[in-house]
């Protein structure tokens, strides 16, 4: 065999490879966030009330699919109460409070949906200081995190929990239930508010987390820079859509833009669509900087869909948008760290365009695929 044609092969195969690391592990869910529950707890005395979102899939291990008929069934009722008892515990001085399922229902979190449990947990006298200890799902789906808001009076705390944190201590001020602590200058409860560096961090992993499981987003920054000849080219392109997408992460996760989230994912699968076809007849990237800017604002609607549910409080909601944002950011730049100098290298070879070619229209496929799914 010649030398040459080893070395084509051999590059064939590695961008065989790479297409089939972006593809090969593609769920059914195609959801941003991978495996996103929401926690809400309002303390009273001594209850505590607790909603409960988990997106169905993490669920279809343990009890199965088509979970919109078996939600009214009364055996799966106690299976999964039962479940609960078993894998949510609140502790306060060293023992558990007793939990009540008050009712159970599908819903729909952004794109996501699951089951939302309305459950209370009674102590025996008024509650202080707390644990709560969180370990479902995370035996069948390791990836599973919960973001946590917790409010008792005019307290607030939020956290996040996932595998490697699966415990959450609750401290409320002395006397928050009586408000007695009131400044004399102002009048205002003067409450210590929780330190924000841990979840923000948690935020931070949470956008690496979101980018590289979000599959749609690398697929589209790979269509995206199959065209691009220079590292200055890839750069512009990605410099347009971070630009992009981060105006309309903060415009949505804050309230003030509102979207239909089923619309905006069916939107991300027609960008990728148009970016495969377009990548058919163009052959320079000169240009494609202001088509990523446009396509970047849908893309940073999807990305504002999970966070938008967390109910996290306004006044800390610009921070956890930041280090999100980072978070993706830095997602974004490790995937093209390692991608752009392999196609860059790529294009030495004659039958570089042919590749992008059968590659771009593997994309369009895909992401056809995805539109009709969304739809």
Same mark, same amino acid.
């Given at each position: 065999?010649? /030398?040459?044609?080893?070395?084509?092969q051999?590059? *064939?195969?590695?961008? $065989?490879?790479?297409? %089939?690391?972006?593809?090969?592990? @593609?769920? @059914?869910?195609?959801?941003?966030? +991978? !495996?996103?529950?929401? !926690?809400?707890l309002?303390?009273?005395q001594n209850?505590?009330?607790y909603?409960l979102? &988990?997106? #169905?899939?993490?669920? $279809?291990?343990?009890?199965?699919?088509?979970l919109?008929?078996?939600?009214?069934?009364?055996?799966? !009722?106690?299976?999964i109460?039962?479940?609960? +008892?078993?894998?949510l515990?609140?502790d306060?001085?060293?023992?558990?409070?007793?939990?009540? =399922?008050?009712?159970?229902? =599908?819903?729909?979190?952004?794109?996501s949906r699951?089951?939302?449990?309305?459950?209370? *947990?009674?102590a025996?006298?008024?509650? +202080?200081?707390?644990?709560?200890?969180y370990?479902?799902?995370?035996?069948?789906?390791?990836?599973h995190?919960?973001?946590?808001?917790? #409010?008792?009076?005019?307290?607030?705390?939020?956290?996040?929990?996932?595998?490697?944190?699966?415990?959450?201590?609750?401290n409320?001020p002395?006397?928050?239930?009586?408000?007695t602590n009131?400044?004399?200058?102002?009048?205002?409860?003067?409450?210590?508010?929780?330190?924000?560096?841990?979840?923000?961090?948690?935020?931070?992993?949470?956008?690496?987390?979101?980018?590289l499981?979000?599959?749609?987003h690398?697929v589209?920054?790979?269509?995206l820079?199959?065209?691009?000849? /220079?590292f200055?080219?890839?750069?512009? &392109?990605?410099?347009? *859509?971070?630009i992009?997408h981060?105006?309309?992460l *903060?415009?949505?996760?804050?309230?003030?833009?509102?979207?239909?989230?089923?619309?905006?994912?069916?939107?991300?699968?027609?960008?990728?669509?148009?970016?495969?076809?377009?990548?058919?007849?163009?052959?320079?990237?000169?240009?494609?900087?202001?088509?990523?800017?446009?396509?970047? %604002?849908?893309?940073?609607?999807g $990305?504002a869909?999970?966070?938008?549910?967390?109910?996290?409080?306004?006044?800390n909601?610009?921070?956890?948008?930041?280090t $999100?944002n980072?978070?993706?950011?830095t997602? +974004?730049?490790?995937?093209?760290?390692?991608?752009?100098p392999?196609?860059?290298?790529?294009?030495r070879?004659?039958?570089?365009?042919? =590749?992008m070619?059968s @590659?771009?229209?593997?994309?369009?496929?895909?992401?056809?695929?995805w %539109?009709?799914?969304?739809?």
């Open positions: 065999m010649k /030398r040459g044609s080893f070395m084509k051999r590059s *064939f195969l590695s961008l $065989f490879i790479m297409i %089939l690391l972006f593809f090969g592990t @593609t769920t @059914t869910s195609f959801a941003h966030v +991978q !495996s996103m529950g929401y !926690s809400e309002k303390i009273e209850e505590i009330l909603d979102f &988990i997106d #169905q899939i993490d669920l $279809f291990p343990q009890f199965g699919g088509n919109d008929n078996q939600v009214n069934e009364d055996q799966f !009722s106690q299976k109460e039962s479940y609960l +008892q078993k894998n515990r609140i306060a001085n060293s023992k558990p409070l007793t939990m009540k =399922m008050n009712s159970m229902s =599908m819903a729909n979190k952004g794109t699951g089951i939302e449990f309305h459950l209370t *947990f009674t025996d006298e008024v509650i +202080q200081h707390c644990n709560l200890h370990n479902l799902v995370f035996d069948d789906v390791p990836a995190t919960n973001g946590i808001l917790i #409010q008792a009076g005019e307290y607030v705390q939020q956290d996040l929990i996932d595998s490697t944190k699966r415990d959450i201590l609750i409320l002395q006397d928050i239930q009586q408000d009131i400044s004399k200058t102002n009048n205002l409860i003067n409450i210590p508010q929780p330190k924000l560096g841990a979840v923000l961090w948690k935020y931070y992993k949470l956008g690496i987390e979101h980018i499981t979000g599959y749609d690398l589209f920054l790979l269509s820079v199959l065209i691009a000849s /220079r200055k080219e890839a750069l512009k &392109i990605v410099t347009a *859509f971070t992009a981060s105006i309309t *903060f415009l949505v996760a804050s309230g003030r833009l509102h979207v239909i989230p089923s619309w905006v994912e069916a939107l991300i699968a027609v960008t990728i669509c148009y970016v495969a076809v377009e990548n058919l007849f163009v052959q320079k990237a000169k240009w494609r900087w202001a088509l990523t800017a446009l396509f970047g %604002l849908i893309h940073g609607m $990305f869909g999970a966070l938008a549910e967390t109910g996290l409080p306004k006044g909601l610009i921070g956890t948008l930041l $999100f980072l978070g993706v950011e997602g +974004q730049l490790m995937v093209l760290c390692l991608l752009l392999l196609l860059i290298w790529l294009r070879f004659p039958w570089y365009r042919k =590749m070619i @590659t771009s229209c593997l994309i369009f496929v895909l992401a056809f695929y %539109l009709i799914q969304r739809l």
